[in-house]
């Protein structure tokens, strides 16, 4: 079983920066998978950016160049750097991890932006 707890939502203004925490309850350098995903009002969820043990990262089209994903595998903590924020990007933000073949998600942290 793998708890995670996301952390650093907030209201923050267009153009304005955050940085998303996802603490892990295990060792994330045995996740092969661990990515953000983010659900607004009234839409699907959807991914916004994956980490790769062996370190490839994608990300969707919608954030690319202003997204950052990374791991601190001592920490057993993954970020999600946000710059240039967007109207579009106010959601609530949700860590996912895959181990073993099962899926585990945290209970999302808001992310507001607006003016």
């Known amino acids: 079983q793998v708890q995670l707890v996301e952390s650093g939502g907030g209201l923050v203004q267009p153009g304005g920066s955050l940085r998303l925490s996802c603490a892990a309850s295990g060792s994330i350098s045995s996740m092969p998978v661990m990515g953000w995903y983010r659900q607004a009002p009234g839409k699907q969820r959807e991914l916004v950016a994956l980490?790769?043990?062996?370190?490839?990262?994608t990300y969707a089209d919608s954030v690319k160049g202003r997204f950052t994903i990374s791991r601190d595998n001592a920490k057993n903590t993954v970020y999600l750097q946000m710059n240039s924020l967007k109207f579009e990007d106010t959601a609530v933000y949700y860590c996912n991890a895959i181990l073993a073949g099962s899926q585990y998600w945290g209970q999302g942290t808001q992310v507001t932006v607006s003016s």
């Open positions: 980490s790769m043990r062996g370190g490839t990262t």
